[in-house]
């Protein structure tokens, strides 16, 4: 793989099925989800993302203890959050967290931030929905200023100020890679400018080039501000196995399921075959052969001029050997393929 640009995956732990078409338990989830990652790093992978959810359908609520756990066996992969709901947590608690992982890793943890799309952490920790916005504005400016490893003067309206305060542990070699995770607001897009962080943009629907204006803005918002260029990725969803029909087929059922449960609870209709294949075919959904994957997804780069791409590889029930498949397609097909056609 060449170094001018990054593949990763990403996954929340979805429940899946097992042999016998029962779901399986959480445990056995957070155990595949290792394994899963211990697959990705012998394949040369950059990045496993694991998401942050507290839910039924989720297995994974504590991401920095399943990567502890992966890097107790992995060598190179980076390992990081997909995303850390930072609005319903403590950002001392998150950046030491995180630290500690980047230790028993030997630095290669990373954390992208966000306010999340989901909305149980909220009254699991006890935090006032109506302060969504508050919450996330003022944790991300206090964990900016942890960054800095440094004694910490801060003070803000939520919570009791601080004065010269060390942090520990601090990050043995340099800053902790840090992310702002977006899914399409602008005022999100210069905030990660602001504070001057990667942009990793979650673009799961419509053609992926509607981003573009987001990654302009980004780009403008850093030059105002004075910064220098930053890493911009994409994460989005997708399923690979060896034609096109093939992984269309595997993906639908589990992919549907996933979907029209989290859309009722939206207030979103139920998913028809016509939309998974738009999505498929012209949209974020980077399902198919190695070839149609790698197609698309060199597309993407080009158009958004990003850095990175996490391919989010689990999607409602589908069972963990299917997605060890995919995830080895993706890692001995798809990637370089993408390096030839970015050549």
């Known amino acids: 793989m060449t170094k001018a640009f990054e593949f990763g995956l990403d996954t929340f732990g979805d429940v899946t099925r097992g042999a016998d078409g029962a779901l399986l338990p959480h445990a056995q989830v957070i155990r595949n989800v290792i394994e899963e990652a211990v697959l990705a790093d012998k394949l040369g992978i950059h990045f496993i993302g694991l998401g942050e959810h507290h839910r039924a359908d989720f297995a994974i609520s504590a991401p920095e203890v399943v990567l502890a756990a992966i890097a107790a066996r992995t060598e190179r992969i980076r390992l990081g959050s997909a995303v850390t709901v930072l609005s319903s947590d403590d950002p001392i608690r998150v950046f030491q967290r995180f630290s500690a992982v980047d230790a028993a890793s030997n630095g290669r943890a990373e954390v992208i931030l966000g306010r999340g799309s989901f909305t149980e952490s909220f009254p ?33 309206h939520l919570r009791p100020p601080l004065k010269d305060q060390l942090v520990y542990p601090p990050i043995e070699h340099g800053p902790l890679k840090t992310w702002i995770g977006v899914g399409g607001s602008p005022e999100s897009v210069v905030r990660a400018a ?33 910064r220098t260029a930053k890493p911009i990725g994409v994460h989005s969803p997708g399923y690979v196995a060896a034609t096109d029909e093939q992984a269309r087929e595997e993906l639908w059922p589990d992919y549907k399921a996933m979907r029209d449960r989290i859309g009722k609870e939206r207030g979103w209709p139920p998913m028809g075959r016509d939309e998974f294949v738009r999505e498929a075919g012209h949209g974020s959904l980077y399902v198919g052969s190695p070839e149609t994957v790698a197609r698309k997804l060199t597309a993407t780069i080009k158009a958004l001029g990003i850095q990175r791409f996490h391919l989010k590889y689990s999607a409602g029930p589908l069972p963990h050997e299917k997605l060890m498949k995919s995830i080895e397609l993706y890692g001995t097909k798809v990637i370089p393929l993408v390096n030839d056609m970015l050549a």
Do not use: C
């Open 124 to 156: 699991l920790f006890g935090f006032d929905l109506k302060q969504y916005e508050t919450l996330f504005e003022e944790k991300l400016d206090l964990f900016a200023a942890l960054l800095k490893q440094e004694p910490v003067t801060w003070q803000g």
């Open 194 to 226: 602001h504070y001057d962080l990667p942009l990793m943009l979650a673009i799961i629907g419509g053609d992926p080039s509607r981003f573009k204006p987001y990654v302009d803005l980004y780009h403008r918002a850093l030059n105002q501000f004075g």
